[in-house]
């Protein structure tokens, strides 16, 4: 579905060849930090590369769209000397997470896959602006071939089966924004669509709620954590394990959920007693309730859209 902004092409291919000096690496569809080990999930022919803007930590050597973790996102260094793609993220009017120029070279396949936890359920978007292509790309969502060209910004159904096939002799370079949705974010689609759009439907992003230090040390506790939870939520797990010992524990200013002694997620409070996963959306998150004194239930809330479904852990004293 194409975005009402028209983009200056002209201006996107300048600062296009401003990124060019810059190592482009092998593209990362999926990479985790996790308790048990990391893992990447890569479903394309090696020739697919990147190089980001925004990233996990800002690093500019991430070129995966990120997850939850301890670090937010951030701007890389490139940043500085793009300033029209600034002022096209700018103008999206949403928090942004990801930014990515992704080069498919000609001969270069993406095979058929789903980007999990995209759409307007799950409170994220995946966009493309497309800066250089050809007419002989093969752009498959869903069944149905579509053709973007440079100045465009398009939103697809990228959480269904998809795949890319550059058949022609021009690279294909798309700028690849992930962003949390807002009203805002919405009046940039077509007017029929936004007409008709469900609300209860959309996860919307939610800001941070202030929260006083005092209260932050209170939500510190123990739990005991499943460990085929953390493999179908979190992580991977071997299966061995019944149970994993888990803890939110104050550092600093930093709320953070430990497993096994080891930092896996900074937490951001949200309004109603709810903790953010860092580096995620309202997608999933955590609900406490506290005696005044400290946390005597603890929750796991996962959501996609109207679906909600709750998971309650046993909490015991620090």
């Given at each position: 579905m194409r975005?009402?902004?028209?983009?200056?092409a002209a201006?996107?291919?300048?600062?296009?060849?401003?990124?060019?000096?810059?190592?482009?690496?092998?593209?990362?569809?999926?990479?985790f930090?996790?308790?048990?080990?990391?893992?990447?999930?890569?479903?394309?022919?090696?020739?697919?590369?990147?190089?980001?803007?925004?990233?996990?930590?800002?690093?500019?050597?991430?070129?995966?769209?990120?997850?939850?973790?301890?670090?937010?996102?951030?701007?890389?260094?490139?940043?500085?000397?793009?300033?029209y793609i600034?002022?096209?993220?700018a103008?999206?009017?949403?928090?942004?997470?990801?930014?990515?120029?992704?080069r498919l070279?000609?001969?270069?396949v993406?095979?058929?896959?789903?980007?999990?936890?995209?759409?307007l359920?799950?409170?994220?978007?995946?966009?493309?602006?497309?800066i250089?292509?050809?007419e002989?790309?093969?752009?498959?969502?869903?069944?149905?071939?579509?053709?973007?060209?440079?100045?465009?910004?398009?939103?697809?159904?990228?959480?269904?089966?998809?795949?890319?096939?550059?058949?022609?002799?021009?690279?294909?370079?798309h700028?690849?924004?992930?962003?949390?949705?807002?009203p805002?974010?919405?009046?940039?689609?077509?007017?029929?669509f936004a007409?008709?759009i469900?609300?209860?439907?959309?996860?919307?992003?939610?800001?941070?709620?202030?929260?006083e230090?005092?209260?932050?040390?209170r939500?510190?506790?123990?739990?005991?954590?499943?460990?085929?939870?953390?493999?179908?939520?979190?992580d991977?797990?071997?299966?061995?394990?019944?149970?994993?010992?888990?803890?939110?524990?104050?550092?600093?200013?930093r709320?953070?959920l430990?497993?096994?002694d080891?930092?896996?997620f900074?937490?951001?409070?949200?309004?109603?007693?709810?903790?953010?996963?860092?580096?995620w959306?309202?997608?999933?998150?955590?609900?406490y309730?506290?005696?005044g004194?400290?946390?005597?239930?603890?929750?796991?809330?996962?959501?996609?859209?109207?679906?909600?479904?709750?998971i309650?852990?046993h909490?015991?004293?620090?």
């Amino acid at each position: 579905m194409r975005l009402k902004p028209c983009l200056d092409a002209a201006r996107l291919q300048e600062e296009l060849r401003v990124a060019e000096s810059r190592l482009w690496r092998a593209e990362e569809p999926y990479r985790f930090e996790g308790f048990f080990g990391s893992e990447t999930k890569v479903y394309h022919d090696g020739k697919w590369v990147g190089v980001s803007l925004r990233s996990q930590g800002g690093s500019p050597d991430r070129t995966d769209p990120g997850g939850p973790g301890l670090e937010d996102f951030r701007d890389t260094t490139l940043v500085k000397h793009t300033p029209y793609i600034s002022e096209v993220l700018a103008s999206l009017r949403a928090p942004l997470r990801s930014a990515r120029l992704l080069r498919l070279p000609p001969g270069g396949v993406i095979g058929v896959h789903r980007d999990t936890y995209h759409g307007l359920e799950y409170g994220q978007l995946r966009l493309h602006a497309p800066i250089t292509t050809n007419e002989s790309v093969e752009n498959v969502i869903r069944g149905q071939e579509w053709h973007w060209r440079p100045g465009e910004l398009w939103y697809g159904d990228f959480g269904s089966l998809h795949h890319v096939r550059n058949n022609g002799s021009v690279d294909r370079v798309h700028l690849v924004v992930d962003v949390a949705i807002t009203p805002a974010l919405l009046t940039l689609f077509p007017n029929e669509f936004a007409s008709q759009i469900r609300c209860a439907d959309i996860l919307f992003h939610e800001a941070p709620a202030a929260v006083e230090p005092e209260e932050l040390g209170r939500l510190q506790c123990c739990f005991r954590l499943p460990s085929t939870l953390v493999r179908g939520i979190f992580d991977i797990d071997d299966g061995i394990v019944a149970e994993l010992d888990a803890e939110l524990t104050l550092r600093g200013d930093r709320l953070l959920l430990r497993v096994e002694d080891r930092d896996l997620f900074r937490l951001i409070p949200l309004s109603g007693r709810r903790l953010a996963l860092v580096g995620w959306t309202m997608e999933r998150y955590l609900e406490y309730r506290t005696d005044g004194r400290r946390v005597v239930a603890l929750a796991l809330v996962l959501r996609r859209g109207r679906q909600e479904t709750q998971i309650s852990f046993h909490v015991s004293s620090r």
